[in-house]
């Protein structure tokens, strides 16, 4: 009985072995890699530079009359060649068909990037801010709200440590004026 069973064992490797795709598989060669940088990345990824930080301080400024009259702050932080968002407000139900609803977005939005292009660090901002207008003799209950919307982008050379105007737009409804400012810092 053992005899077969020894001799049962060495038949089934046998047939295991003669088997294609039954057998051990060797391990995968492993890729050729380049040296890595003194930050562990390797230059064949596109990493030769210092991976790089910055702080981001936005302002949106209302001015009516040459007086600032109303000043929003936001801050965020990011790394270069990667975006940073910042959005804040109320999703709005507006009915659009019998029963059915849209939501609209009312508040602020921010996106900004730094990046490089050309050997030149520059900065992309992306600005959106809405809120309810209330219009003469429209009631708070209407169905259907008006919104005001100001919507301000734009690339510039990256400014560091000093206040940049990205934008300014004058309000069609009134004397007021709307800026969107930018300060960066350098954090390493």
Known sequence: MRKSTILLAVCLGWTMLSVPGASAQEPAPKPA?????????????????????????????????????????????????????IKIGTRVPVESKEGE????????????????????????????????????????????????QLKMGGTVLLPLTKTVVIGSADDPNSKRQFQLEVTVTKLR
Do not use: C
């Not at 064949?44 to 210092?50: A, E, I, V």
């Not at 302002?59 to 060649?81: A, C, H, P, V």
């Open 101 to 148: 609803f849209q939501y609209l977005d009312v508040g602020t939005s921010l996106f900004a990037r730094v990046g490089e292009t050309r050997g030149q660090t520059e900065l992309t901002v992306r600005a959106e801010t809405s809120s309810f207008a209330m219009p003469e003799g429209m009631e708070k209950r209407d169905l259907h709200p008006m919104i005001r």
């Open 33 to 85: 890699t380049q040296p890595e940088t003194s930050e562990g990345k390797t230059k064949s990824q596109g990493w030769d530079k210092p991976l790089e930080e910055y702080h981001l301080d936005f302002s949106i400024n209302e001015i009516e009359d040459g007086k600032k009259i109303n000043s929003r702050q936001y801050s965020t932080n990011l790394f270069t060649n990667e975006g940073s968002e």
